[in-house]
């Protein structure tokens, strides 16, 4: 019987032990488990990470908190639009005796281009400003007198000359024409009124101003070769997917209508569109209020 006792005593104490053990386990592991969960909440709270989808160039940002997947997806994937590459090659200061040379061959390389032109009331100008027209380029307007001290000496005769150059090419062409580019850009330092001024009125009357990113420098430097003039272009139009060239359509400039054709070629090898400029190109332009600096670009003729 005392034999029976002890044995039930014995077995009484491996209980009690098992028991111990199992519940110090079970103590640890639900520790473990909660410091486990509390080090992953906390980094999943702040993790972000990237997954690529298979065939395209999308990037997905996704951030985790309390095990909820938050944020915002963010798309690195270009539309066939931003991928392209345009060119839009343009000439102030015409029509002069080279307009139907480089219409010619605009033709012949069947591109398109702009002419922002200022007012001349011969025969063969009104002529070449239907040419223009007739055939597909885009017509922009420069200044009627190309005066820099009577189109900036006041904002009355700014816009004087701006009305009249509209008003005249309208009775030409049949065009009301709402493309401009100012006369020696918008970063010009001549002008004597504010040129926030004049931008608020282009604005008024839905004009649109295109300044340039690229530059031949024909109109300063007379007599340049032409394949001076197509580098002086190619070394700042090959950084931009969107460049607008400056050129002029001048009597002395003949070295641009000698190497337009080079110039058309390379552009075309490099993979640009050419391209008119239209209401819907995105413009260029050095300054676009007062609190903005002019950027890319340099003034002009």
């Given at each position: 019987m ?7 005593k ?9 028991v111990?053990l ?7 592991q ?27 160039n ?11 997947e938050?944020g ?31 219409l010619?061959?605009?033709k012949?390389?069947?591109?398109k ?13 009104k ?12 017509l ?5 007198t ?5 189109i900036?000496?006041s ?7 701006l ?8 009775e ?13 850009g ?7 009124i504010p ?8 604005d008024q009357k839905g ?9 031949s420098?024909d109109a ?23 460049t607008?060239i400056l050129?002029?359509?001048?009597h ?6 000698q190497?337009?054709p ?26 676009k209020?007062?609190s903005k ?6 003034q002009?003729?």
């Amino acid at each position: 019987m005392k034999e029976w006792k002890k044995g039930v005593k014995l077995l009484t104490a491996f209980v009690w032990v098992g028991v111990f053990l199992v519940g110090t386990m079970y103590l640890a592991q639900e520790w473990n488990g909660q410091d486990l969960l509390r080090k992953t909440k906390a980094e999943e709270k702040s993790l972000t990470f990237s997954q690529t989808k298979a065939g395209t160039n999308e990037k997905i940002k996704l951030e985790k908190e309390d095990g909820k997947e938050v944020g915002t997806q963010i798309s690195e994937q270009k539309t066939e639009e931003e991928e392209a590459k345009h060119a839009y090659l343009t000439f102030d200061d015409g029509p002069s005796d080279h307009t139907d040379e480089i219409l010619d061959i605009l033709k012949e390389k069947q591109v398109k281009a702009t002419f922002f032109v200022i007012g001349k009331t011969d025969e063969k100008s009104k002529a070449r400003y239907q040419r223009i027209v007739a055939e597909g380029h885009s017509l922009g307007m420069h200044s009627y007198t190309h005066d820099y001290s009577y189109i900036y000496g006041s904002l009355a005769n700014y816009k004087e000359d701006l009305q009249k150059l509209q008003d005249y090419l309208y009775e030409v062409t049949g065009q009301r024409v709402k493309l401009y580019r100012f006369p020696g850009g918008s970063s010009n330092s001549v002008s004597k009124i504010p040129i926030q001024s004049c931008i608020d009125y282009l604005d008024q009357k839905g004009i649109i101003y295109f300044d340039w990113n690229a530059s031949s420098e024909d109109a300063v430097s007379i007599g340049t070769t032409c394949d001076k003039l197509n580098q002086n272009i190619l070394k700042d139009a090959l950084l931009y997917h969107n460049t607008v060239i400056l050129m002029h359509d001048l009597h002395e400039c003949t070295g641009t209508v000698q190497g337009l054709p080079a110039l058309i070629d390379r552009l075309k090898k490099e993979g640009y569109q050419l391209d008119p400029i239209t209401e819907k190109t995105v413009p260029v332009q050095h300054v676009k209020d007062q609190s903005k600096k002019p950027v890319n670009g340099k003034q002009s003729d």
